[in-house]
């Protein structure tokens, strides 16, 4: 067990609809990052915050957003979805020493 | 900009046997940080082994090694007596100190046969 926590682990929804990630880091960890697996992209790395702040953003797609809440909490958004968005999310936390433990992630569906 | 290459899409292997896994990185950055993480068919990403750019020694984790040859900008991943649980997908990744994130290369997927 990493010490990350996703919700939900399943997410079957339809086109052009809104959905909301959660992810709770390891204890103590300040730094979230979200990134997308695809058959055809590989391991895409979307966004990091540290302790509340966004400090870099990767290939993310303007319909997709994501905060960091003060209790460390992360949740990212994605709306109006299509059948390309369809791929394994997962959060990452890491501490100060840089080493970046996952969560199980997210498999989003769109149908 | 950063550049991680997996050049072994799938490896096949004996159990028990040793094997190792190939990564090739690219940075004009000197200080780095190398990650080996699995990634069983259940899909959870798990950290194997971390190896930073100014370590003198090769990192080892339990029967995992990485292989540093920083002239080479190689960092393999040594599993011994391998099991039939490692069977999965084994991805590489880099991350620069100053950047923000951990690129992945494309991942070998390992079948260990009993």
């Known amino acids: 067990d990493s010490g990350v926590t996703q919700t939900p682990k399943h997410l079957i929804t339809a086109t052009g609809q809104r959905v909301t990630l959660r992810c709770s880091p390891r204890?103590?960890?300040?730094?979230v990052y979200w990134y997308q697996q695809s058959l055809d992209q590989g391991l895409q790395f979307l966004i990091h915050?540290?302790?509340?702040?966004?400090?870099a953003k990767g290939n993310i797609l303007e319909r997709f957003s994501a905060q960091q809440f003060p209790d460390l909490h992360s949740e990212l958004n994605l709306s109006s979805l299509e059948l390309g968005d369809s791929a394994l999310y997962f959060c990452?936390?890491?501490?100060?020493?840089?080493?970046?433990?996952f969560g199980s992630g997210t498999q989003l569906s769109v149908l | 900009a950063q550049k991680i290459t997996q050049t072994q899409p799938g490896m096949f292997v004996q159990e028990k046997e040793a094997v190792t896994l190939d990564c090739t990185y690219d940075?004009?950055?000197?200080?780095?940080?190398l990650f080996w993480y699995k990634q069983p068919s259940s899909g959870e990403m798990i950290f194997l082994i971390y190896?930073?750019?100014?370590?003198?020694q090769n990192a080892t984790e339990g029967r995992y090694s990485l292989n540093f040859q920083k002239a080479r900008k190689s960092a393999n991943l040594v599993i011994s007596a391998s099991q039939l649980g490692d069977s999965a997908m084994y991805f590489c990744?880099?991350?620069?100190?100053?950047?923000?994130?951990?690129?992945f290369g494309q991942g070998t997927r390992l079948t260990i046969n009993p």
């Open positions: 990452a936390s890491s501490g100060p020493d840089e080493k970046l433990f």
């Open positions: 204890s103590g960890d300040l730094s």
């Open positions: 915050y540290y302790n509340g702040e966004e400090r």
């Open positions: 940075t004009s950055d000197p200080s780095y940080g």
């Open positions: 190896q930073g750019s100014y370590d003198q």
């Open positions: 990744a880099m991350r620069e100190w100053g950047a923000q994130k951990l690129v």
